[in-house]
């Protein structure tokens, strides 16, 4: 997943398509870190009837929820900057835009 | 050696040129404002530099420092003889050099940076003279090269812009060259003050001390102008004529001399050179040098130009004369700083006058000059015969030790070496006077008169050349202090050389 | 006074649109004031360290390793220069809000930023470190784009995407030391690396750290993104990106090897030697790159990716000397890259001109910005005393030191005295066309000089630049601890 958004990233030439790639990114690193906090047999670390004693660590999540929040803002950011470049060039093509220029 | 004292006077000596420089750039629109400020400066620093001197010669050493640059290596200044020496023949020519070019430049445009950067010069020169270890040398030396650079540039167009590209080229290399060795004289000693007399000698890596010598050597050479580094000199000819007076008779090319009698005396010291055998290699670069660039003088049309290949010839005589680390060369090599720098700037100041006051700029349209203007000529005459080495002259007195030392040191082809470079002197110093002063002019040309504050310190000048020539223990110019000076690089006691 | 540090500046961050919303010149004073006190604190902060070692600081009152901590150590002492750098900058953007659409906006974005520089350099924690560095990243792409010009939008989406990939790598990183170490803490994860028996794992930790953080640093060649974001942005943005924001990647870099210290020999190793061969060739090719250009800020930006070849030379070369000179160069550079952006930026604004050519002989139009420019671009290139000799002295000395075979040592010795020589080339091209070439343009013969605003800060930052070197000793000392710590690992 990480090398697909990889790719995209660096292969596409559409700037929001590079975002989504950069998305994709996100999402795999997301998803290791919170594989990373799974323990066998765990349960979910909330207290209530029925736990065990062991539960699934509770910190990947909370730097997970973190990262999603920051990825968000950071897309927010790219999208609003690609608008403007839509408005200012006519063209989101990153090719197009460097041959613009020149 | 006698005691080492806390003063503020080196500090100052180099400030109040500078200060005169800042107050210059800021107030100096003004004429009368940059004229006073102009003239106030050099005279206060000539006082506080001549004002140290009776302490030295009692064997007192001045020092001051501030902060430290790096740890143990202080940005500091340290009087010594060789240093005060020095910084006593650049702030007397200042003040000659100042009233000249208060007289030369009026009119032109720009004389607010000229003047600041004139004063900055001379600052940064006695910053060398007084520097306490290598860095602090350094520290100055490269802002020579950076404070001269707009006055070499004063007059602007595409020659000078060439010229002034050249001269970079050649020290900045210069510098990276001086800045590689001091890096790795720290990295072998541990310091790089120049209080003693060898910091390298307790080294014993021939391939590093080869490195050293070859870097420092080759980074001073530069401004001092051995060949094959000289060729920034020539064309940077095209600055107004004080500027090239300052240059080539005061600050950079005898920092670069002043330099590599550090390295030599201080940073290596007499007995390891001894050791090592480097000098005789300098040395022989050094006498090529002086006759090459006689020969290249010789077929010179222009003044200009003679003079700057003559100055090549004769800074080679202080390289000379250090290489071969007897006493009395020693004493050549450093009262030789003192003899070329008034000699030259007298020939500098002539050259500019009849400029000012003819036009004339090449040798074949000199003819009967001598007779409009008497009085620059006769300081011309003077001068040029003091580098021929006639004696009662200071080239004279040179040359003398000069010989003395190439004896003592076994080297008496050096001797010979010295009659052909007077006689090649004289091949080119005499048929100038001969066209100044036994050729009728075909058709006489007007001559401008030239401002008194433009003769005047020519005549000084020339003046100071005959005394440095028949008095060399007359009170005029400290002797003395060369010796001293000698002495301790030598680690003599009492001994006169 | 240790987590005010931070707290400050994004407490005021979140105040201030909502006090001064519609008042920019009061918003000035407000954000001037806080970068300050910032810096007075961090300054106070850093007064106590050599007496107390470290500080350290556990938010909330959790100890650690379970709660978040903030640590104040020597490396950290830095965040006196972030702050001063940003309170000189937003006093220089005082009259910018001519060209910045929301000049409120703007200020609370640069106090984020600060913020986030001086978080990243307390974090005691990885995550924290994250958080911090993406928050001082998203304020700079921001930043860029901040102002009307065209361009700048492009230029922030490219420095965006790299940014944000390398911000991933090093999440990633994080994610891989939580599982194989299950700490965040620093001290923590070093002290429970030298346990783990994952080689290929550590490795893949320790590289994605490193990549991510060279590309923050912009280390040739992952420098691409850098030349477009610092030449297109508002000239105290591209202050503060280029003296302070590509540091972060060293600190990151740094705070990594300290990191890995106890745990990846072998490895560690070849990555210094990675490191110095990719700090020699940065160095160079900086430099011409920086020589060929035609556009003054474009120069100013590749000149940073020289210095910070310069830096991550000396780390790799890890002697005591050299490391020192590095961390002493982040800090030296900082401020004379700072002033060099200012002045350059007062140029550039004053004039609408970009190309050095066309300002020429401005020198004689606006003398005092021209002469810092001038004066900057010969600190930078480190004549003594000036501040970028001391850590190029320091960088030079660990080459001699290394006991490398003496081609290598001579090339590298050749390295760090060729791009000083190059940065000079670069600078006198600058100072000629400034003070030595007659004008060929007429927005240059009508330009005026800059306003006290701009002009103040800029002369206090280059005049700190001419004469750092002088405090060079006392700097060296300061940092001599980390620097044996990293080299005696």
């Given at each position: 997943m990480f090398c697909t958004g990889l790719y995209i990233l660096l292969v596409r030439q559409n700037l929001v398509k590079k975002l989504i790639g950069l998305n994709i990114m996100e999402t795999a690193v997301f998803a290791f870190i919170v594989t990373t906090g799974m323990v066998e047999g765990g349960d979910p670390p909330v207290l209530g009837a029925?736990?065990?004693?062991?539960?699934?660590?509770p910190l990947p999540h909370a730097l997970v929820l973190t990262g999603i929040v920051v990825a968000v803002s950071m897309t927010a950011l790219a999208l609003a900057l690609i608008v403007r470049i839509k408005r200012e060039?006519?063209?989101?093509e990153l090719d197009e835009l460097i041959r613009a220029r020149q | 050696m006698g005691a080492e004292l806390f003063d503020l006077r080196p500090a100052l000596a180099p400030l109040v040129s500078a200060i005169c420089a800042g107050l210059v750039m800021l107030v100096g629109y003004r004429p009368g404002w940059r004229a006073g400020l102009a003239l106030a400066a050099p005279v206060l620093k000539f006082g506080v530099v001549w004002s140290m001197l009776p302490g030295a010669l009692a064997g007192t050493t001045y020092r001051i420092s501030f902060g430290e640059v790096l740890p143990g290596l202080a940005f500091a200044f340290r009087v010594d003889a060789l240093g005060l020496f020095f910084a006593l023949v650049s702030s007397t020519l200042w003040i000659a050099a100042t009233v000249y070019a208060l007289a030369y430049m009026?009119?032109?445009?720009g004389q607010q940076r000229f003047f600041g950067f004139f004063a900055l010069c001379v600052s940064t020169t006695v910053g060398i003279a007084f520097a306490e270890n290598l860095m602090t040398l350094f520290v100055f030396y490269e802002l020579l090269t950076v404070c001269t650079y707009p006055l070499l540039m004063h007059d602007g167009g595409l020659r000078v812009r060439r010229a002034g590209r050249r001269y970079l080229v050649y020290t900045l290399s210069g510098g990276a060259l001086i800045l590689a060795g001091m890096l790795l004289v720290w990295h072998l000693a541990g310091t790089l003050s120049l209080?003693?007399?060898?910091?390298?000698?307790?080294?014993?890596?021939r391939p590093a001390l080869l490195a050293v010598f070859v870097m420092l050597t080759a980074g001073f050479g530069v401004k001092a102008a051995i060949m094959p580094l000289h060729a920034w000199l020539p064309s940077a000819m095209v600055a107004p004529v004080p500027v090239s007076a300052l240059l080539h008779a005061v600050a950079v090319v005898k920092a670069g001399a002043f330099g590599l009698l550090r390295v030599i005396?201080?940073?290596?010291g007499v007995d390891l050179m001894r050791e090592l055998g480097y000098a005789q290699v300098l040395g022989a670069v050094a006498g090529a040098t002086i006759i090459l660039a006689s020969i290249v003088a010789l077929r010179q049309q222009r003044l200009k130009p003679l003079l700057a290949w003559s100055t090549i010839s004769q800074l080679s005589y202080i390289v000379l004369a250090a290489s071969l680390l007897t006493p009395a060369a020693a004493v050549a090599a450093i009262i030789h700083l003192a003899n070329q720098a008034f000699a030259k700037i007298t020939l500098f100041f002539a050259v500019g006058a009849i400029e000012r006051g003819t036009g004339k700029t090449r040798?074949?349209?000199?003819?009967?000059i001598g007779y409009r203007m008497p009085l620059v000529m006769g300081a011309f005459t003077v001068a040029s015969l003091s580098f021929i080495g006639?004696?009662?002259?200071?080239?004279f007195i040179t040359k003398w030790y000069l010989s003395l030392g190439a004896l003592e040191a076994g080297a008496g082809g050096y001797v010979a070496l010295l009659a052909v470079s007077a006689l090649l002197n004289a091949m080119y110093w005499l048929p100038i006077l001969y066209r100044a002063f036994f050729r009728r002019p075909e058709s006489p040309a007007p001559v401008r008169p030239v401002s008194l504050m433009m003769r005047l310190p020519t005549l000084v000048c020339a003046i100071y050349v005959v005394i440095l020539g028949i008095g060399?223990?007359?009170?005029?110019?400290?002797?003395v202090l060369a010796e001293s000076a000698v002495r301790f690089a030598f680690g003599m006691h009492g001994v006169a050389p | 006074m240790v987590p005010l540090v931070f707290l400050l500046p994004l407490a005021a961050a979140a105040l201030l649109p909502a006090l001064f919303g519609a008042r920019p010149r009061l918003a000035w004073y407000a954000a001037l004031a806080v970068a300050l006190a910032t810096t007075v604190a961090a300054a106070v902060v850093a007064g106590a360290l050599p007496a107390a070692g470290e500080l350290r600081y556990a938010v909330g009152g959790w100890a650690a390793p379970l709660g978040i901590e903030l640590r104040f150590d020597r490396i950290a002492a830095v965040t006196v220069a972030f702050g001063a750098v940003t309170a000189l900058a937003i006093t220089f953007s005082r009259t910018l809000t001519d060209s910045v659409p929301r000049p409120v906006l703007f200020y609370t974005l640069v106090l984020v930023n600060l913020g986030g520089l001086n978080g990243f350099a307390l974090a005691a924690d990885l995550f924290n470190l994250f958080v911090f560095m993406e928050l001082l990243s998203v304020s700079a792409y921001a930043l860029v784009a901040a102002?009307?010009?065209?361009?700048a939008a492009l230029a922030a989406i490219k420095y965006l995407l790299p940014g944000a990939v390398s911000s991933l790598l090093v999440l990633f990183a994080i994610g891989v030391l939580f599982a194989l170490t299950?700490?965040?803490n620093m001290a923590d994860v070093g002290a429970r690396l030298a346990g783990v028996e994952a080689p290929a794992a550590v490795a893949l930790a320790l590289g994605a750290l490193t990549v991510g953080f060279l590309v923050k640093a912009a280390?040739?060649?992952?420098?691409?993104?850098?030349p477009d974001a610092h030449s297109a942005a508002p000239g105290p943005v591209s202050a503060l990106l280029s003296a302070l924001v590509v540091k972060v990647g060293v600190l990151g870099l740094l705070r990594t090897f300290e990191l890995f210290g106890a745990a990846a020999g072998p490895g560690l190793l070849r990555l210094e030697t990675l490191l110095t061969v990719l700090g020699a060739v940065a160095v160079v090719a900086g430099a011409v790159a920086a020589v060929v250009q035609h556009e003054l800020k474009r120069m100013l930006a590749y000149s940073t990716v020289s210095n910070i070849g310069y830096i991550v030379l000396g780390l790799g070369l890890a002697t005591t000397a050299s490391v020192a000179g590095s961390i002493a160069h982040v800090f030296y550079h900082g401020l004379t890259k700072a002033g060099l952006f200012l002045a350059a930026a007062a140029l550039v604004d004053r004039t609408g001109l970009h190309d050095i050519d066309d300002l020429r002989g401005l020198g004689h139009r606006m003398p005092w910005s021209a002469t810092a420019l001038s004066a900057g671009m010969i600190a930078v290139a480190g004549v003594?005393?000036?501040?970028?000799?001391v850590g190029k002295w320091q960088i030079a000395l660990g080459a001699l030191e290394g006991g490398r075979p003496l081609p290598v040592t001579v090339l590298l010795v050749t390295v760090v005295l060729g791009g000083a020589l190059l940065a000079l080339a670069y600078g006198i091209r600058v100072i000629n066309a400034l003070f030595f070439r007659a004008p060929t343009h007429h927005r240059v013969v009508a330009a005026r000089e800059a306003p006290l605003s701009m002009l103040v800060p800029l002369v206090v930052l280059i005049g700190l630049a001419l004469s750092a070197g002088l405090s060079g000793a006392a700097v060296i000392e300061f940092v001599r601890p980390v620097a044996e710590a990293f080299v005696g690992r």
């Open positions: 029925g736990t065990g004693p062991v539960f699934v660590s060039h006519g063209t989101i | 009026r009119g032109r445009p209080a003693g007399n060898g910091i390298l000698s307790g080294v014993d890596s005396y201080n940073v290596f040798i074949d349209e000199l003819d009967g006639v004696p009662l002259l200071a080239g060399a223990e007359a009170p005029a110019m400290p002797f | 102002t009307r010009q065209p361009g299950g700490s965040l280390l040739f060649p992952l420098h691409f993104w850098l003594p005393p000036t501040a970028g000799f």
